[in-house]
């Protein structure tokens, strides 16, 4: 890239932090810990609906016996009518969660990966959706999935203009409510960087999952640095290998989210060859020893 190129990105990037920080203040300061002081940082540890192996409210049983913190809910998928849409749907995972003494992390559109937002009309209307089921259900962030047939490709401007053109447009009603969208994909950290520019809004943030860019051959160290305040939240897994035994170093990914003074929620989505319990109370054992509640 040019000189000039990296000015622009700059210039565009401080209007982004500047936008952000408005943003933050106007939503009454409900994202204050992402951006925490040292001494009140904190992490809680949670497992994907899908990676439990439901798609309906027992999920926060499951974590309860798990011992973790909570569930990224998933929208739904077509078999069950993107069933957290429903009001119905709604009130029985917040009636779950509380029952168990269980959180909702976030909120995923893994229906994306079949219904692509680069082509599909019925994914803006998902995506759009989205925003108001996090506010009936209290949380602030909601994660479009780019697998699959979703899978993003810079090189294909058509669809890459067409996915800019639909978060601009429904970024807006994000930022209103306070709900921060977090794109979750195989792009590099500049690749990102570049999407989130063009897009132009601070609701607009990077789901980091340190797996997925593993697997695309990444130093997930330097991008998670590289990122910054632009990772909204993380998903934890390597590929095969159960949690502190493949290929990533967990304690260096502590070092490098220390350097970006994250605070929040860390999602398995890990792998779980033996048993769900065993293998999800094991590697969230490993994580609160990495990402103790209080940092």
Same mark, same amino acid.
């Given at each position: 890239m040019s000189s000039s190129g990296k000015g622009m990105r700059v210039s565009r990037r401080e209007t982004l932090t500047a936008g952000a920080a408005a943003w933050l203040a106007a939503a009454g300061g409900v994202f204050s810990p992402l951006f925490a002081a040292p001494n009140s940082r904190w992490f809680k540890i949670g497992a994907c609906e899908w990676s439990l192996g439901v798609?309906?409210?027992? /999920?926060? #049983?499951?974590a309860r016996q798990i011992g973790l913190d909570g569930v990224q809910v998933d929208l739904g998928t077509q078999a069950n009518d993107v069933h957290l849409r429903r009001s119905e749907a709604q009130e029985a995972y917040l009636a779950a969660a509380r029952e168990q003494g269980?959180?909702? #992390?976030?909120l995923a559109l893994a229906i994306l990966n079949q219904v692509p937002l680069k082509s599909d009309p019925k994914a803006a209307?998902?995506?759009?959706?989205s925003i108001d089921v996090c506010r009936a259900l209290g949380i602030r962030l909601t994660m479009p999935a780019f697998f699959g047939a979703g899978e993003l490709d810079m090189d294909n401007r058509e669809e890459? %203009?067409?996915v800019v053109a639909v978060l601009q447009e429904i970024a807006p009603a994000a930022e209103r409510e306070g709900v921060t969208i977090g794109l979750e994909n195989y792009l590099s950290a500049e690749e990102n960087l570049d999407l989130i520019d063009r897009i132009g809004s601070p609701a607009v943030k990077v789901y980091y999952d340190v797996g997925n860019s593993t697997?695309?051959?990444?130093?997930?160290? #330097?991008?998670?640095?590289l990122l910054g305040e632009?990772? /909204?939240?993380?998903?934890?897994?390597?590929?095969?290998?159960?949690?502190?035994?493949g290929r990533i170093d967990f304690a260096e990914v502590r070092r490098a989210i220390d350097d970006i003074d994250y605070s929040g929620w860390i999602v398995l989505e890990a #792998?779980?060859?033996? %048993?769900?319990?065993e293998d999800y109370t094991a590697q969230a054992r490993f994580l609160r020893r990495i990402f103790p509640e209080r940092g």
């Open positions: 798609s309906d409210p027992s /999920c926060f #049983a499951l269980r959180e909702i #992390a976030s209307e998902y995506l759009s959706a890459i %203009d067409h697997d695309k051959g990444r130093d997930i160290y #330097a991008e998670i640095r632009m990772i /909204c939240e993380f998903h934890a897994k390597d590929g095969p290998h159960l949690l502190g035994e #792998a779980r060859p033996n %048993d769900l319990i």
